[in-house]
Structure formats: structure tokens, C-alpha cells
């Protein structure tokens, strides 16, 4: 499994011969090393439904005819948009071609933002949990910290997790490192930071509040194997 890092919250994931897209923030996005028209995803895996983690999913998946799973208010909104979907509940679990795909609980907001400056009710944020080729990855999406990330940690061993350290709109530096503990990942990669002036952070100072060896920073484009 090659598990890549892309800006902002934008992951990649290469496993049982699927392209895998989680957040496809790419438009607007200058911290991230794609491009819309190289991408080609069989799969996209949305956290919520906010514009910079939302993004591109509605062209990439027409292009591609790639999978959409999201929460069930999502799936439906994009499914009547003409995408192929699968809707989700946080809690829930399902078996795909390409893995199981868990929705966690997270803490944030919700809620498409129209041109018409209407709020499309988004369903409840989530984390996602893969598990392929007998690992587990976990993104966080946009959190902030609560205790059942124990609970997370404890029933889903996790071998690399990528938790929000922006602060402003999720977890800052210090809450993600608690996070980290409790959940207990072999692996920490930092994201939704730096892309905005409200979530400035430094990723390496918040690698060093880790235990040894347990963070790693990742530029856009740089890849771990799992």
C-alpha cells in the first residue's frame, strides 16, 4: 500500500490496484502538487462537505466515473448531480473491492456554501478509517479533540494517521498531539495546516511533541509504504 500526502487534507492511497482519493482539494489549493487533469482517481472518500476538502470531487468523479462515498446527505446531494455514490453513517462500516471504509465521529462544522449564499445542510462531519492489505489508515478530517479517540485507537490499531494541526477551524499543535496518544498510531503525518493565514503552524514543531519516531512530516507529493 503507497499512502501519499497532496496539501492541506489532501491524501492519496494506492492499494489492490485502486486509485483511492480522500479530500480532493485541488483547485485553489497552493499547497498541493496536483493537478486536476493528471489525477485519475477510481475512488473518492469525502471527510465533509466544506469547499477545501469537497473540491474537486464533482469533476474528477464525472471524468472518471470514480466511486463517491461520503456521509448520506452528501452521497445524495452528489448523487443527484449525476455521481455514483455510496452513502455512509459515522459508526458505520463496508466492504468495498478495495477495502473496508469506517466513518469515525469528528468535531467540526458542516454545510455546502452556495453562490446564492445559501447553506446546504451536510450531514455530520467524519473521520475515515481504510483498512487494505492488512493495514489501517486513519484521517482524521476536521476535528477537534475528544476523548473517544481512545476508543478509535483501541478497536482500530492503526498503522498511520493523519490528524489536522491548524488550530482556528480543528485541533491546534498541542490538542493533536493528545490526540495522537490516545490513538496510538505506529504513524503521525500533520495536515490542514499553512494553506491559510488563521491555520499557520509549524508541522516540525509539532512532530518533536510526539513520542521518538512516531511523526513525519510530508511535503506534497511525498509518499509512505505501508
Given at each position: 500500500m503507497k499512502v501519499s500526502y497532496h496539501g492541506h487534507s489532501v491524501v492519496k492511497i494506492e492499494t489492490n490496484g485502486k486509485t483511492i482519493l480522500i479530500d480532493p482539494f485541488i483547485t485553489g489549493n497552493d499547497l498541493t502538487d496536483l493537478k486536476v487533469g493528471d489525477v485519475k482517481p477510481d475512488v473518492i472518500i469525502l471527510t465533509h462537505a466544506h469547499g477545501d476538502h469537497l473540491g474537486d470531487t464533482v469533476?474528477?468523479?464525472?471524468?472518471?466515473?470514480?466511486?463517491?462515498?461520503?456521509?448520506?446527505?452528501?452521497?445524495?446531494?452528489?448523487?443527484?448531480?449525476?455521481?455514483?455514490?455510496?452513502?455512509?453513517?459515522?459508526?458505520?462500516?463496508?466492504?468495498?473491492?478495495?477495502?473496508?471504509?469506517?466513518?469515525?465521529?469528528?468535531?467540526?462544522g458542516t454545510g455546502m456554501i452556495t453562490e446564492n449564499n445559501e447553506i446546504i445542510y451536510g450531514g455530520m462531519p467524519a473521520g475515515i478509517l481504510l483498512m487494505a492489505e492488512g493495514k489501517t489508515v486513519f484521517h482524521?478530517?476536521?476535528?477537534?479533540?475528544?476523548?473517544?479517540?481512545?476508543?478509535?485507537?483501541?478497536?482500530?490499531?492503526?498503522?498511520?494517521?493523519?490528524?489536522?494541526?491548524?488550530?482556528?477551524?480543528?485541533?491546534?499543535?498541542?490538542?493533536?498531539?493528545?490526540?495522537?496518544?490516545?490513538?496510538?498510531?505506529?504513524?503521525?503525518?500533520?495536515?490542514?495546516?499553512?494553506?491559510?493565514?488563521?491555520?499557520?503552524?509549524?508541522?516540525?514543531?509539532f512532530v518533536k511533541m510526539l513520542k521518538k519516531n512516531k511523526g513525519t512530516v510530508l511535503e506534497a507529493g511525498e509518499a509512505i509504504e505501508l
Open positions: 469533476e474528477l468523479a464525472k471524468k472518471h466515473d470514480a466511486l463517491v462515498i461520503a456521509n448520506f446527505e452528501v452521497a445524495t446531494y452528489l448523487s443527484w448531480k449525476g455521481l455514483n455514490t455510496h452513502g455512509m453513517s459515522i459508526g458505520g462500516a463496508y466492504e468495498f473491492d478495495f477495502g473496508k471504509v469506517k466513518m469515525t465521529p469528528a468535531f467540526h482524521a478530517g476536521d476535528t477537534g479533540l475528544f476523548s473517544d479517540m481512545k476508543l478509535i485507537g483501541e478497536r482500530h490499531p492503526i498503522d498511520l494517521a493523519f490528524l489536522p494541526i491548524g488550530d482556528n477551524f480543528t485541533m491546534g499543535p498541542e490538542d493533536a498531539a493528545l490526540a495522537a496518544e490516545f490513538l496510538d498510531a505506529k504513524q503521525v503525518v500533520p495536515i490542514h495546516f499553512n494553506t491559510f493565514p488563521p491555520i499557520k503552524q509549524d508541522p516540525h514543531a
